[in-house]
């Protein structure tokens, strides 16, 4: 009896240190399929990271790359404005004074001349403004003599009047014969040599 006693105290041994086998196992198989799952998550928003962070740097190249293009832009277009003015360009801007002084409008001048509209609104305000700034002067001219004390004009020398100076007008400098041809400047030109 003892001995089936003790064979069955060691099947229950054994089935008791196999039960905690087979639970340690099952919970070894649970944490893993739980570590595997976190595992599959982590990789799947990793996947999802990567992918975004690459369409975010695809994204930011393209900008990049249309701003730069843009920047070339507007550097040529601002060194086109900003360069001294070539021969052909300056007798365009005088051509543009002539026409202004004509009467015609800054946008059918920049037309004629394919210059921007601004750069002819520029010549147009500068002209205006030198016209301004000459007569003040013309005008303070005529008023000084006669503001002078009595005492003195019976002091000066008889009246002699000096003729005045015609002033120098861009007209009278710019040689016509320049700009025949210059999109349809050659009317201008004969129309304002039968004037003269």
Excluded: W
Excluded at 79 to 96: G, L, M, N, V
Excluded at 111 to 117: D, E, R
Excluded at 145 to 169: D, F, Q
Aim: net charge neutral; aromatic share 2%; charged share 25%.
């Amino acid at each position: 009896m003892e001995e089936s006693q003790i064979l069955v105290s060691c099947a229950i041994l054994l089935a008791g240190v196999l039960i905690l086998l087979v639970r340690k196992r099952a919970a070894a198989r649970n944490i893993d399929a739980a570590y595997l799952k976190r595992l599959e998550e982590v990789m799947e928003s990793s996947e999802h990271t990567k992918q975004t962070c690459f369409l975010s740097l695809e994204s930011t190249q393209r900008n990049l790359e249309a701003l730069q293009t843009r920047a070339d832009a507007a550097e040529e277009k601002l060194s086109s404005i900003t360069d001294s003015p070539t021969p052909e360009r300056q007798k365009q801007y005088e051509a543009a004074v002539l026409l202004l002084i004509a009467g015609q409008s800054p946008a059918r001048v920049a037309t004629l001349l394919n210059l921007p509209l601004r750069q002819v609104e520029l010549i147009q305000e500068l002209r205006k403004f030198v016209a301004e700034e000459q007569s003040p002067t013309v005008q303070a001219n005529d008023v000084g003599p006669e503001s002078e004390p009595k005492a003195s004009a019976k002091r000066r020398t008889p009246n002699r009047t000096k003729p005045k100076e015609k002033p120098v007008l861009l007209t009278d400098v710019v040689n016509f014969t320049d700009m025949v041809g210059l999109n349809g400047l050659d009317n201008l030109a004969k129309s304002n040599g039968a004037a003269a």
